[in-house]
């Protein structure tokens, strides 16, 4: 009810009432609302009422408060919502994102402690995490597999893979001499802000410049539409959904890093772990179809810092641990239900049925 | 078992025969995913009866004994269930190791009730969850094969299904949280405020940890908030990160971490929000990293949970088979270490995981 309330707001606040229509149909504004709300509600339940508060932290030379350290968490689910997007924009779907992630850091991890030089290892755990993606837009493209089936089988492959890089043990570089820089990309800030947010944020922009400055969209758009059709106007299918598989490994893969050097340790069976729901969510909360044929990395972002955010709301609210994802999944319907168009036309709906009514009435008459 | 086999090789042909049919009539991709998948599951069927047939040669007049495992779960896994390998190795069993994977505990089952069909001398269970073992106990109940409960004990209802079971063997779990309230007890006589992080929500260790906790702490010592990280250790971070925003005005004195990944998280947490050694961090599991850890001061205290018990373990099963008498509960004894024990630990190159 409040929400719908604070978006006719906005909408009328900018002009006519079609404008306030058009709005309420953008699923960003959705997403806007949504995280509005929860920011809201961290603010009404956190003891102190401090939740927006920032401040200059001298240790980390940065700012930290509560919505900084929410920002560092959304720059993996940035990655992995990107990547996805593109998949399921040409009708795909990538479940393996959760495991490459774990592969990527566990390959990170083990090269530094084996005294690997940091930057080596960070591009070698990013050529890892493009492999995989390369193997799974093969089997998809080449060999027309159901990306469903061969996501699936890299996300079981993918775990496995991680434990026999770490031979099943949780490896620990935090104690690795040189390897700052790593840690830097996860933990440091820039201009009093968090790197891997920063970092997450451009590559979410030059692959929007390479999707939307270039026919690329169009083409990954096309392909989800009608793969046959797209084929006899030119455009090369098998390229295109290659090309979208191995984007979303390897930006997995950044997110993989992301992830374990946050703590400069990784846990083979918990890193990543259930991450391509988050991402999938995020995607759908910011108004691709899973269908394929539309996408929006706008939306896509924007649903990433949503769901950072849910997770902040969660630990703020202190929610009980067994109730967490029923919270989780509350939030995504409700954000869901509002952006269905059904429920935007619910007034014009009501206004017809009641005018075909009367209609009726008058002619029994 | 010679039926199982024919039901297997029966299985293989209708696959192939499928398998054969489905890539006549490909002319759609998802037919050609459903052959591969056809094809796997062939495959997975033959290795299960290559298998099958090794289990059954000879095995020179040793007492065979089960290990229904747990597999590659992390460092204290791994020590316990290799030191349990070469211990029985030692003392002249033939054990049958068979873990299972993701803690699938239906693959347990599976493993369980297979020992129990091939008539083996003992099973040592290490079970992934404590609830849900009854039937396959009656089962060995019935065939009078002793079991063994290793590290996590299994709640069990029925009467019959719990004559199976002859001890267990494993540290306690109670005794660790106890541990944890007593150092803090020690460490803050004047009370303090603290967080506490909690392992996956409703596992047995996470209730034992807790309820020993809770016997021991001094009720001056304020629980700010307890909340789960899921073992995880990045996890943790972003929980205290969050916490420690929340709580600021009260301040946090201490944090009790039920296992070492997730003290390690809280650390770092602690650390980038510029507390660091103003708030007491305990872990739980005594793991080299936690160890090197509070050698280094990062972490106040951490607590063992000792996985070396291979060694009781085959006494126990080689006592009962021999006739004599075994204790329902073996507690195995775990070390709790300051930042100079673990200093002494580490030096000593003991530690294996």
């Known amino acids: 009810?409040?929400?719908?309330?604070?978006?006719?707001?906005?909408?009328?606040?900018?002009?006519?009432?079609?404008?306030?229509?058009?709005?309420?149909?953008?699923?960003?504004?959705?997403?806007?609302?949504a995280l509005v709300i929860l920011i809201a509600l961290c603010t009404i339940f956190d003891p102190s009422h401090e939740f927006l508060s920032l401040h200059w932290n001298k240790n980390t030379g940065g700012l930290s408060g509560p919505l900084i350290t929410m920002l560092q968490e959304s720059a993996r689910y940035l990655m992995i919502a990107t990547g996805m997007t593109l998949v399921i924009s040409t009708a795909g779907i990538d479940l393996s994102v959760g495991s490459v992630m774990a592969v990527s850091g566990a390959a990170a991890m083990q090269l530094l402690t084996s005294g690997m030089n940091v930057w080596a290892a960070i591009l070698i755990s990013l050529l890892i995490g493009l492999l995989l993606g390369c193997i799974n837009g093969a089997l998809v493209s080449i060999l027309g597999l159901q990306p469903f089936i061969t996501t699936l089988i890299m996300m079981l492959a993918g775990r496995g893979i991680a434990k026999v890089i770490t031979s099943g043990e949780n490896t620990d570089a935090s104690r690795v001499a040189?390897?700052?820089?790593?840690?830097?990309?996860?933990?440091?800030?820039?201009?009093?802000?968090?790197?891997?947010?920063?970092?997450?944020?451009?590559?979410?922009?030059?692959?929007?410049?390479?999707?939307?400055?270039?026919?690329?969209?169009?083409?990954?758009?096309?392909?989800?539409?009608?793969?046959?059709?797209?084929?006899?106007?030119?455009i090369k299918p098998k390229k295109i959904l290659f090309m979208v598989y191995a984007i979303s490994g390897l930006l997995a893969a950044v997110a993989g890093l992301f992830a374990t050097a946050s703590v400069m340790r990784v846990d083979v069976s918990k890193t990543g772990q259930d991450l391509e729901m988050y991402a999938i969510l995020a995607v759908v909360i910011g108004g691709t179809s899973l269908l394929g044929g539309k996408f929006s990395?706008?939306?896509?972002?924007?649903?990433?810092?949503?769901?950072?955010?849910?997770r902040k709301t969660i630990i703020t609210l202190g929610i009980d641990s067994a109730a967490t994802p029923a919270f989780f999944a509350l939030v995504v319907i409700v954000i869901c239900v509002m952006q269905a168009p059904k429920i935007h036309n619910l007034g014009a709906e009501m206004k017809r049925r009641r005018a075909l009514k009367a209609q009726a009435k008058a002619v029994a008459a | 078992m010679t039926k199982e086999v024919i039901k297997q090789t029966e299985e293989r042909s209708s696959e192939r025969k499928e398998t054969q049919l489905e890539e006549e009539c490909s002319m759609k991709n998802w037919k050609k995913a459903i052959a591969l998948i056809a094809s796997m599951s062939a495959l997975v069927s033959m290795a299960a009866c290559g298998s099958a047939n090794g289990a059954s040669g000879g095995n020179g007049g040793k007492k065979v004994v089960g290990f229904v495992a747990v597999g590659a779960e992390g460092g204290f896994r791994t020590a316990n269930e290799n030191d349990i390998q070469t211990a029985f190795k030692d003392a002249g069993f033939d054990l049958r190791y068979s873990p299972t994977t993701q803690s699938d505990q239906q693959k347990q089952i599976q493993a369980f009730?297979?020992?129990?069909?091939?008539?083996?001398d003992a099973i040592i269970l290490s079970s992934t969850e404590d609830s849900g073992w009854d039937d396959s106990l009656k089962k060995a109940a019935e065939a009078e094969i002793p079991v063994f409960t290793v590290d996590r004990d299994v709640d069990v209802q029925d009467a019959a299904a719990k004559k199976a079971i002859v001890s267990h063997i494993g540290p306690s779990n109670e005794w660790c949280g106890?541990?944890?309230?007593?150092?803090?007890?020690?460490?803050?006589?004047?009370?303090?405020?603290?967080?506490?992080?909690?392992?996956i929500a409703g596992?047995?260790?996470?209730?034992?940890?807790?309820?020993?906790?809770?016997?021991?702490?001094?009720?001056?010592?304020?629980?700010?908030?307890?909340?789960?990280?899921?073992?995880?250790?990045?996890?943790?971070?972003?929980?205290?990160?969050?916490?420690?925003?929340?709580?600021?005005?009260?301040?946090?004195?201490?944090?009790?971490?039920?296992?070492?990944?997730?003290?390690?998280?809280?650390?770092?947490a602690v650390d980038a929000a510029g507390l660091k050694g103003k708030v007491t961090i305990i872990?739980?599991?005594?793991?080299?990293?936690?160890?090197?850890a509070v050698a280094d001061g990062e972490l106040a205290f951490d607590i063992e949970y000792n996985p070396i018990f291979g060694k009781e373990t085959a006494q126990a099963v080689q006592d009962y088979l021999d006739g004599k008498d075994v204790e329902p509960n073996i507690e195995i004894e775990s070390k709790t270490f300051t930042k100079e024990e673990a200093q002494a630990a580490l030096d000593s190159g003991e530690r294996q995981y």
């Open chain 2, 178 to 199: 106890q541990q944890a309230a007593e150092f803090l007890n020690k460490q803050f006589p004047d009370g303090g405020n603290g967080l506490i992080l909690e392992g």
């Open chain 2, 113 to 120: 009730n297979k020992f129990v069909n091939d008539e083996v």
């Open chain 1, 1 to 33: 009810m409040a929400t719908a309330k604070r978006g006719n707001n906005a909408g009328t606040g900018i002009a006519a009432r079609f404008d306030a229509r058009k709005l309420l149909g953008n699923n960003l504004t959705w997403s806007v609302v």
């Open chain 1, 178 to 234: 040189g390897s700052e820089p790593l840690r830097w990309l996860a933990n440091g800030f820039v201009f009093g802000l968090p790197v891997n947010f920063l970092l997450a944020l451009l590559i979410v922009i030059l692959v929007g410049l390479l999707c939307r400055k270039t026919a690329m969209g169009m083409m990954i758009e096309s392909v989800g539409i009608n793969p046959e059709a797209s084929r006899m106007t030119g």
């Open chain 2, 203 to 268: 596992l047995s260790v996470v209730k034992d940890r807790q309820t020993g906790f809770d016997e021991k702490i001094a009720s001056n010592q304020k629980v700010l908030e307890s909340q789960s990280a899921n073992w995880s250790t990045d996890e943790a971070k972003t929980v205290t990160a969050g916490l420690l925003d929340k709580y600021k005005s009260q301040g946090v004195n201490w944090i009790w971490a039920q296992n070492d990944e997730m003290a390690l998280g809280a650390a770092q």
């Open chain 1, 297 to 310: 990395l706008a939306g896509s972002a924007l649903g990433a810092i949503v769901i950072a955010m849910i």
């Open chain 2, 283 to 292: 872990g739980n599991d005594g793991t080299k990293a936690a160890l090197q």
